[in-house]
């Protein structure tokens, strides 16, 4: 049997595009030999400081929330109940069009068998330093001026490559998810690649 890579990827369940992302990446997993961990990463955090619109500084506000949680999550119980707990929260927030809200984070939990009290941490600054260093992690590689979704592989060649995105909508399914990954390496892979890129023309799509 061939030996199966670790793949990771860094997501703010507030992201659609991340969500999109993570959920080709299960399917990647069940087509390819790699096992996918998952990781927090914090768009409030990266956007700390920042001039951004109105709007989006509430959501980026509200967006501390989720992430303190998911690392209390981490923090207490491990990666797979990161990669549980995110399932959960992300089906609520961008299939169920949930609020961000205590509720959600204790419903959440609770769907993964995990104490509801763990949504305490939305409104504690008591993980943000383990937060803050998830969130390093993630980009680092990659540099500060991308967002959410945010993927460390090996590359074709053995080497470690790290990169944002892909962006897509919906998320291919089967052999078409599997064929993504595989170019994606290749250009992720080949030295002195940095973009590829088009203007997005439609909204998330969750099937």
Request: glycine content about 10%; hydrophobic content about 45%; overall charge negative.
């Amino acid at each position: 049997m061939a030996e199966r890579a670790a793949v990771d990827m860094w997501f703010d369940p507030i992201c659609p595009w991340a969500w999109i992302t993570s959920r080709w990446l299960l399917e990647v997993e069940q087509v390819r030999d790699v096992d996918v961990r998952f990781h927090v990463m914090s768009l409030s955090v990266l956007n700390e400081g920042r001039d951004v619109p109105e709007q989006y500084r509430t959501l980026l506000d509200r967006g501390w929330g989720p992430v303190r949680v998911c690392i209390a999550v981490e923090q207490g119980h491990g990666g797979d109940a990161v990669r549980a707990f995110y399932t959960a929260l992300g089906t609520r927030i961008h299939l169920g069009r949930v609020e961000l809200g205590p509720q959600l984070y204790a419903d959440a939990l609770t769907d993964v068998g995990l104490d509801p009290a763990l949504a305490d941490a939305a409104t504690s600054t008591g993980h943000d330093e383990a937060l803050r260093a998830s969130h390093e992690a993630g980009m680092r590689p990659v540099g500060t001026d991308v967002g959410t979704p945010v993927v460390h592989a090996p590359g074709p060649d053995g080497r470690p490559v790290a990169f944002f995105g892909p962006v897509i909508t919906p998320a291919p399914k089967g052999e078409a998810a599997g064929r993504l990954w595989d170019g994606v390496l290749l250009v992720a892979g080949t030295p002195g690649f940095f973009e590829l890129k088009r203007s997005r023309d439609v909204d998330p799509i969750f099937d």
